[in-house]
């Protein structure tokens, strides 16, 4: 008996150790996706990726996986003219890259309905000829507005004002609009001598960086140090048909005795809520737009807004968001605490007459997080995790619409 029951748990041992490690049976490409298609269920955070240049390359590497030792197709041929290469890079990790000859947002996924698979989409924008770039891509301008002519004084308020131009690419139709919170006179939260406003519009910049990188047109509602009205903050996302307005700002703890405990990264969307949190944190950051601001009119306001599709679509884009940046910044951070997807009255987000978010991007107020937000690469992974998730948001939407 004794024999036996040794006997079975080498066995389960040897079942686990086995079905750890997960065989990549077959790839293909249809409708524009690479699809994968494994032997047992993917564990998505098995699944790591990065870019190189020079060629552009698109590099997944998929720990605890294997090739199938049938004779499994390694190179393909996408979309004009991209290749796509499999290998197994080390013992249980499989290396897959897409090669082509201009970056594209890659929002890769596991479909919902088949956890055995995993999608990489392969966009049509990203492969467009040397001909049809130079046809799309507006050479750069640079203008300024200090002393155009009185004739020339709408045009030149609208622009500096509602915010400066930052990028066109192959995907001219997809316009997002970045705001960096408070500025001028409006410090935001302050903790330890560091101020909101400065680390916003820091990393809303980087933020307009990384999607420019991936062809969206960027406008930044504003690109210095100075304080914007509500209405000056939202308008611009209708003026130039924004597809997304992603609001970004600074958390604080609400005494010194929390200041200690209370970090991460969450992100808002547009709606009331009981929640005394959430009601906290938008009763701060709409301090400064809100003076002079009845109640009456504020109620008018958010309710004629709260039942539209827009609050819906929000919801939505906030997901992939907190997803993306929460994954982004837990690559090479530590202890990064997910402070969800919450719903709050935020005045900012009212104006825009669109999907429109607020991300905290961390707690100024908590001394190892502030620290940690003032590094390049905190920063950079936040954009990175932002820009990312608002790529897949519209990837989706895509999809929605084409269903």
Known sequence: MKFLKIFLLFIAGTNLLVGSVNILEDMEIQKDELRL??????????????????????????????????????????????????????????????????????????????????????????????????????????????????????????????????????????????????GGHDSGAVGGGKKEKDLVLQISKKLAKELQRHGYTVYLTRSTDRFLKLTERTKIADIKNAKVFVSVHANAAPNERSKNKMHGVETFFLQNTSDERSQRVAARENEAVLKGTDNLSKNVIVDSVLSGPKIVQSHKLAIDVQKNMLGSLRSRFDGVKDGGVRSAPFWVLVGASRPSILVEVGYISHPVERKQLFTTRYQDLVAKGIAEGIGRYLYNRKREIDL
Not at 80 to 102: A, F, M, P, W
Not at 137 to 160: H, Q, V, W
């Open 37 to 182: 298609h494994f032997s047992h269920l993917l564990n998505k955070t098995n699944v790591h990726h990065f870019s190189l240049e020079k060629p552009y390359r698109k590099v997944f590497d998929i720990r605890n996986a294997r090739l199938s030792p049938k004779n499994l197709q390694k190179n393909l041929k996408g979309p004009q003219g991209t290749t796509v290469r499999i290998s197994q890079y080390q013992k249980d990790i499989v290396r897959l890259v897409i090669e082509c000859n201009k970056p594209f947002m890659c929002n890769s996924y596991q479909p919902m309905l088949s956890k055995k698979s995993y999608h990489i989409p392969l966009p049509k924008t990203a492969f467009a000829s040397t001909r049809e770039r130079a046809d799309i891509i507006p050479k750069k301008t640079t203008r300024t507005y200090n002393n155009a002519p009185a004739k020339k004084e709408e045009k030149g308020f609208l622009d500096s004002v509602f915010g400066k131009k930052i990028s066109s690419g192959p995907s001219d139709h997809e316009v997002i609009v970045i705001d960096a919170g408070h």
